[in-house]
């Protein structure tokens, strides 16, 4: 599984990467973890703010830091 998070290195685009991870862990999935900051690269995506989260480069999420449930369940469905 491949997840991206979208930001400039701001504290939210950081601490969506840590509930990302614990996610991760705690559902036992084996991802790799992106970090795009380029303005250029993260304006590829449909998002209009960051912190953004991409899995399996499907937009999950943006502007906005997402429950550890809600990225489970993201990982989850992608998976599926």
Same mark, same amino acid.
């Given at each position: 599984? !491949?997840?991206?998070? #979208?930001? &400039?290195?701001? &504290?939210k685009c950081?601490? #969506? $990467? ?5 996610? =991760? =862990? ?9 970090? %795009? =900051? ?12 960051t912190?953004? #989260? ?10 906005? #830091? &997402?429950?550890?449930? !809600? %990225?489970?369940?993201?990982?989850? $469905? =992608?998976?599926?």
């Open positions: 599984m !491949e997840i991206k998070i #979208l930001g &400039p290195g701001c &504290p950081k601490r #969506l $990467e840590q509930v990302a991870r614990e996610a =991760a =862990a705690e559902v036992g999935i084996n991802a790799t973890f992106t970090k %795009v =900051a380029s303005m250029n690269d993260i304006m590829a995506y449909p998002i209009v703010s912190p953004g #989260l991409v899995i399996n480069e499907e937009v999950k999420s943006s502007g906005r #830091l &997402p429950r550890k449930e !809600e %990225v489970i369940a993201w990982m989850k $469905e =992608a998976e599926a």
